[in-house]
């Protein structure tokens, strides 16, 4: 099959990290293939599935020649995989991430964005609404329109953000908390933020082999994820007063997270 020649320039590069997703990641690419702007390039990064994820991968990849992979021999979990896909060279100047669980709300989400980004005059980020897509659907709308604002609120899933490519900050690895650490660097970085108040992910709550749901996955990294977090947030060097500030918040509440947990651990060994 000779691959599909969707986009000549690509504006948007979209990074879809993948981890035995193949119940979902069809009508992952199906949401994006179906956007009415096509300017786009797809980075799906499969990082060692063991389920039927590869053989769709493959066959995406062969249909369609804005559709790249890169298929992991060594685990590498989300933060790896996104640092892969930040890497991969691309001419678009914005950047986008989904998860392969995910999809976009409807055929428009694209053609939204960038409509937002030429009425703004290129913003360095476009801050994106969701649907958190559980038991019910529900919108969540996200108004912060100032990097100060944004650093600050809870929402900082990367999937929430359209950045410019060449301000897009790599994530730490190997750990559950990758987002937190990213999104304070992102912010950090940032000049211009404006909301774009139409959600555009439908954010898969139903799931149950998502880091964020898979209780087994969680209970197994935790501690070892917060030790990593705390470093992370250690290490990480703020230029601006509010992204310092949340940092050294975080960093004094992941503290308090771990002596919490090893405290509740003594004693159950008592």
């Known amino acids: 099959m000779v691959a599909q020649e969707l986009n000549k320039s690509p504006f948007f590069k979209i990074i879809i990290p993948n981890y035995n997703n193949g119940k979902y990641i069809e009508a992952c690419l199906n949401s994006i293939l179906k956007q009415t702007f096509q300017e786009f390039e797809i980075i799906i990064i499969d990082d060692v599935s063991d389920d039927n994820s590869v053989e769709i991968i493959n066959k995406y990849c062969k249909e ?54 030429i009425a703004n005059n290129y913003p360095d980020c476009i801050r994106l609404s969701y649907n958190w897509c559980g038991d019910e659907k529900r919108s969540v709308i996200l108004t912060q329109s100032t990097p100060a604002d944004l650093v600050a609120v809870c929402d900082v899933a990367c999937w929430t953000k359209c950045i410019k490519t060449e301000l897009i900050q790599h994530f730490p690895e190997n750990t559950l908390m990758e987002d937190v650490v990213q999104h304070i660097a992102q912010c950090d970085v940032l000049q211009t933020v404006v909301p774009c108040l139409k959600p555009i992910v439908n954010w ?14 969680q209970n197994g990294k935790w501690l070892s994820s917060m030790y990593r977090y705390c470093a992370d947030l250690m290490d990480l060097q703020c230029k601006t007063s509010y992204c310092e500030a949340h940092r050294v918040y975080r960093m004094e509440t992941a503290q308090k997270d771990i002596k919490n947990n090893i405290t509740r651990q003594e004693k159950e060994e008592i």
């Open 64 to 117: 369609y020649s804005n559709i790249h992979s890169i298929l992991l021999k060594e685990k590498r979990w989300n933060g790896g995989s996104r640092n892969l896909g930040i890497d991969f060279k691309s001419s678009a100047p914005y950047t986008l991430f989904i998860d392969s669980d995910d999809e976009f709300d409807d055929n428009f989400c694209l053609d939204s964005i960038y409509k937002i980004i």
């Open 204 to 217: 898969n709550r139903n799931n149950p082999t998502s880091c964020s749901t898979n209780a087994n996955l």
